[in-house]
């Protein structure tokens, strides 16, 4: 697609239940990236993707949290048994390749799904 | 580890003012810099970045901003902000062979007319 789609936008849950946030990153990018922002602070890592490889999980807050992307394009974000804190919004960002993607390759991030437990 | 601090959550300036933009980094290594923009109900996007070709960087809409080892430094700055430059802007860095980009808190900027 033309950019980086993250769906839903806004998600209102209850506590306990698990939710799943989608990424559809730009056609062909290699590199995808999963950041969680608080209100008030900048976006903080949870993980990233080469291809459908997992390189670095260590940003995922506990066991609760897992991501996948197992055909190399889409990716799913998902929190069991939510908890209030769990409340963020969650970023998506994908750069072209994986060589330093930070370094040499812009990323580019999505709008955000808005993430609510109550 | 990486970090960067950003100086002052709300800076508020006047239209056709300077615009300055504070931060500091703190790195192990000679780090990769970058500031982000988030304006509202967009994502965050590319200002500009340091890779250690040249430490005064050019970025979009009229920003730059200079590295400065001495003093730890990655400061934004424009000339004469306009209305459409209020936003949120991040300083990030990296190190060399390290993937994950680490953000600042942001500092939100105001343009008074």
Known sequence: ?118 | AQSVTQLGSHVSVSEGALVLLRCNYSSSVPPYLFWYVQYPNQGLQLLLKYTSAATLVKGINGFEAEFKKSETSFHLTKPSAHMSDAAEYFCAVTKNRDDKIIFGKGTRLHILP
């Open chain 1, 1 to 118: 697609g033309a950019g980086v789609s993250q769906s839903p936008r806004y998600k209102v849950t209850k506590r306990g239940q698990d939710v799943a946030l989608r990424c559809d990153p730009i056609s062909g990018h290699v590199s995808l990236y999963w950041y969680r922002q608080a209100l008030g602070q900048g976006p903080e890592f949870l993980t990233y993707f080469n291809y459908e490889a997992q390189q670095d999980k260590s940003g995922l807050p506990n066991d609760r949290f897992s991501a996948e992307r197992p055909e190399g394009s889409i990716s799913t974000l998902t929190i069991q048994r939510t908890e209030q804190r769990d409340s963020a919004m969650y970023r998506c960002a994908s750069s072209l390749a994986s060589d330093r993607p930070g370094v040499g390759n812009t990323i580019y991030f999505g709008e955000g799904s808005w993430l609510t437990v109550v």
